[in-house]
């Protein structure tokens, strides 16, 4: 946490913070497309952007919270762990060229699950991993997901991840948008202090691309 805290301090001091994000929280289809979105919580949510991205169909990822109770929270607010919300990333994606199943597969392959609200070096609430489903597909699809995992799994431990029904998702502020392509140095240097790829090795046999 002390890390995100110093690259924070960074950001203000050098006018990040009023960056403009390169994603958009919705994306307008085209030629009558029907777009999907999806919300997974797998700590720091600059880290579970790229993951999503390089998917072919994945239109944008937006980092925000969710699963928490006040309205509009800002990231000060969520990282006192007070608000109930955890980091999140909500996901637009065209279900004819990447399926939900996949979407699940790439978050499961992103985080550690078999931890409570912790990710890596982040620990409270707000860091928790989840899994926010908006239908009761989505629900039955990542109830059988963690089912599955659960007796295939390459690791020891239960598996802690929660399933939730989505409540209001709140986009975080502009400066955390795509922040492994606007401060790539940061970004690096942040994923590495905490550990994450190491993490990931240890439980999939490799670190995610």
């Known amino acids: ?118 990710q890596f070096c982040d620990r409270g609430t707000q860091y928790r991993s989840g899994i926010f489903y908006l239908d009761d597909n989505q629900k039955r699809l990542a109830e059988t997901s963690k089912a599955a995992l659960e007796g295939n799994k390459p690791f020891k431990g239960p598996i802690l991840t929660e399933i939730t029904r989505a409540g209001a998702f709140y986009p975080a502020e502009d400066y955390h948008q795509d922040f492994y392509k606007t401060n790539p140095l940061r970004y690096k240097y942040y994923r590495s202090g905490c550990g994450r790829d190491e993490r990931l090795k240890q439980l999939w046999g490799k670190a995610p691309d």
């Open 1 to 118: 946490m002390k890390i995100r805290y110093v690259l924070f301090a960074l950001c203000s001091a050098i006018l990040l913070c009023g960056a403009a994000s390169t994603h958009a929280q919705t994306a307008k289809p085209a030629g009558g497309t029907e777009y999907s979105k999806a919300i997974f919580a797998g700590g720091c949510f600059w880290c579970m952007e790229h993951p999503f991205d390089i998917l072919d169909g994945v239109i944008s990822t937006t980092s925000g919270y969710t699963g928490g109770q006040k309205v509009n929270p800002t990231y000060e607010e969520v990282s006192s762990g007070r608000t109930g919300h955890t980091e999140a990333v909500q996901v637009v994606y065209d279900p004819k060229k990447v399926s939900y199943e996949k979407l699940l597969d790439v978050f499961w392959h992103n985080i550690d699950p078999t931890v409570k609200d912790q």
